[in-house]
């Protein structure tokens, strides 16, 4: 394993874990503001 390789799988692993918390992120906020209209 070079240099390289390491460095795009490392690369590879901090972008899923960023796409994952931007996902997460925008989840949540979808989610509170459907809370805020519902009306029961």
Do not use: C, E, H, N
């Not at 899923?16 to 949540?28: E, N, R």
């Amino acid at each position: 394993m070079d240099a390289q390789l390491s460095s795009d799988i490392m690369l590879g692993v901090v972008g899923l874990i960023a796409a994952l918390g931007l996902v997460g992120t925008v989840l949540a906020f979808w989610s509170m503001g459907r809370q805020a209209y519902r009306k029961d």
